[in-house]
C-alpha cells in the first residue's frame, strides 16, 4: 500500500457516525474497528482520511441496513496536515462503500473527496465528483 504524502490527523473512533457519501443504498455508518489496526495494546484504534474501516450500517435500504460492510474514510472534520504546510478540514465525517480488493460498491460520490485517496487507491478517482 503506498503511503500518504499527508500527515493525517486520527480523529475518528470507533462509534463515530459518518455519511456515506456514494450512491451504494446506504445512509448512514458507525465505525466497528479499523482494519489492519496497529496500536497499543487494549487501545482503541484511531482512524482517519484513507483508513479501511469495518461499519455497520445505521440506516439505508433494507439490503444494507444492520449488515457489516468496509469503508473507506474521504473526508474528515478533524484538521489534517499537507506537506505544503496548509491545514485541510471537510465539514462533515464521510466514507464509501468497497469491495474486498478496494473497488468502489457505487458508481459515483457526492461531495468532495480528499487528494490522499486518489493519491493511494487510484480507481476511486473515477468515481469522484471532486478532488481537493
Not at 25 to 34: D, F, H, P, S
Not at 78 to 94: C, W
Not at 95 to 114: F, P, Q, R, S, Y
Request: proline letters at 2%.
Amino acid at each position: 500500500m503506498k503511503g500518504l504524502s499527508t500527515r493525517v490527523s486520527k480523529g475518528l473512533v470507533p462509534g463515530s457516525i459518518l455519511t456515506c457519501a456514494d450512491n451504494s443504498g446506504a445512509k448512514t455508518l458507525m465505525i466497528i474497528n479499523k482494519i489492519g489496526k496497529a496500536g497499543k495494546h487494549k487501545k482503541m484504534a484511531a482512524c482517519g482520511v484513507g483508513d479501511v474501516i469495518m461499519a455497520s450500517v445505521k440506516s439505508g435500504s433494507p439490503t444494507y441496513i444492520k449488515k457489516k460492510v468496509r469503508a473507506i474514510i474521504i473526508r474528515q472534520k478533524s484538521p489534517m496536515r499537507r506537506a505544503s504546510g496548509i491545514h485541510v478540514r471537510f465539514e462533515d465525517n464521510a466514507a464509501i462503500l468497497v469491495t474486498d480488493v478496494n473497488l468502489a460498491v457505487g458508481t459515483e460520490v457526492k461531495g468532495a473527496m480528499a487528494r490522499e485517496i486518489v493519491e493511494r487507491y487510484i480507481k476511486l478517482a473515477g468515481i469522484a465528483s471532486r478532488v481537493i
